[in-house]
């Protein structure tokens, strides 16, 4: 079985600040997928970014970037100077590659950044 | 810009009522997921289609929730009869169902049962 574990419940820091959210994944698989989802105030999952097992090049995207290292099993993200509108709740999770094609993701639970101005 | 739509966005109803969610896929995409987000639980897996054919359904309660797709268009999720554990934020999501693909979220039907 598949599992992923955010331990941070709540983040809060100030905007400008940089700040990290920690996932760990657990999964016997080889092949798997790593996602993070943004959760706004408004509800809706909004898709941020996949890697794959295979591929352990870290990731920049604006002030969004990724840290995947499987030696620990780890899938961080961090955001440099962070923003208001950056406040809400982040998902990380972990899907299997069934081999016929996608199956369900499972996720984290969450943590909740808070960005003061 | 294609996006997954659900309706309705928000749901009362009393226990014992059935209730029926729809979901309708981006076009192209062969796969659609129903997730449940509760408090206590968080996002869970219910069920999962793929050419309209259900995968895995291990997820749902069977003896209250059922999950179809009459066609590639749509997919519903019904609870009969609702009772209130069932309030939560039901999610469907769409995927092209590729090894890597990406499955993007619809807005949700929050269900609340009184």
């Known amino acids: 079985a598949q599992k992923v574990t955010q331990a941070q419940t709540e983040i809060s820091v100030v905007e400008k600040e940089d700040v990290t959210l920690d996932c760990v994944y657990e999964?016997?698989?080889?092949?798997?997928?790593l996602f993070w989802y943004k959760q706004p105030p408004s509800g809706e999952l909004v898709f941020l970014i996949r890697?794959?097992?295979?591929?352990?090049q870290n990731e920049i995207s604006g002030r969004y970037s990724w840290n995947f290292q499987k030696s620990t099993s780890s899938f961080n993200f961090t955001i440099t100077a962070s923003q208001v509108v950056d406040s809400a709740v982040y998902f990380c999770?972990?899907?299997?590659?069934?081999?016929?094609?996608?199956?369900?993701?499972?996720f984290g639970k969450g943590t909740h950044l808070i960005i003061q101005p | 810009d294609a996006r997954v739509t659900q309706t309705p966005r928000h749901k009362v109803t009393e226990m014992g009522q059935e209730v029926t969610m729809r979901c309708q896929p981006i076009?192209?995409?062969?796969?659609v997921f129903w997730y449940r987000q509760t408090m206590m639980q968080g996002l869970e897996l219910l069920a999962y289609?793929?050419?309209?054919?259900?995968?895995?359904d291990s997820g749902m309660p069977k003896d209250r929730f059922s999950a179809e797709m009459p066609d590639a268009t749509l997919a519903t999720l019904k609870i009969q009869p609702s009772e209130p554990r069932d309030s939560a934020v039901y999610f469907c999501?769409?995927?092209?169902?590729?090894?890597?693909?990406?499955?993007?979220f619809g807005p949700g039907t929050r269900l609340l049962v009184l």
């Open positions: 999501a769409s995927g092209k169902g590729q090894g890597q693909e990406t499955q993007y």
């Open positions: 999964t016997r698989d080889t092949t798997y997928y």
């Open positions: 890697r794959n097992s295979f591929d352990e």
């Open positions: 999770a972990l899907r299997m590659y069934s081999g016929g094609g996608a199956d369900g993701l499972t």
């Open positions: 076009l192209g995409h062969n796969t």
């Open positions: 289609f793929r050419n309209r054919a259900p995968l895995d």
